[in-house]
């Protein structure tokens, strides 16, 4: 039965309209200051559940294409080693800095950190882009 990749399809467009109206600056001039932080919180609101959604997906696509269990208990950086050996992903370190930016927007809010997620959006949309690409490549 092939994984059910909607959600991570329907997550990362939305994550894309939010970053795509927050890099704006002609749009984003036009809003009050609190409003330009609510629509940069909603990206990385977004940036949060996309992230959730692509390593529960890698873990799915690694028990059912490798063996049953195989990413259950595992640390998040073996998971991506696993993804990436079954090349699923390029790059463990940058997987694990998206993991990095997700504990730490969950668990303290400081401005300045919250920034630094924001400004890796970017980069997090051209990766979990690219993952989707390869599980709808192997999703049989």
Not at 31 to 51: D, P
Request: with cysteine; aromatic share 8%; proline share 2%.
């Amino acid at each position: 039965m092939p994984l059910q990749l909607d959600s991570l399809k329907k997550s990362l467009d939305a994550l894309v309209e939010v970053l795509v109206v927050s890099e704006d600056n002609e749009r984003m001039s036009q809003f009050r200051h609190f409003e330009c932080i609510a629509i940069r919180a909603g990206v990385v609101k977004h940036f949060e559940v996309t992230y959730e959604l692509c390593w529960k997906l890698i873990a799915r696509w690694l028990n059912k294409n490798i063996s049953p269990g195989t990413a259950d208990g595992i640390s998040r950086r073996h998971l991506f080693r696993l993804a990436a050996e079954n090349q699923l992903i390029p790059d463990v370190d940058k997987w694990m800095q998206y993991h990095e930016g997700r504990n730490i927007t969950t668990h303290e809010y400081d401005s300045d950190k919250t920034d630094l997620i924001y400004k890796s959006t970017g980069d997090f949309v051209h990766d979990a882009r690219d993952l989707l690409r390869a599980l709808e490549a192997r999703n049989d």
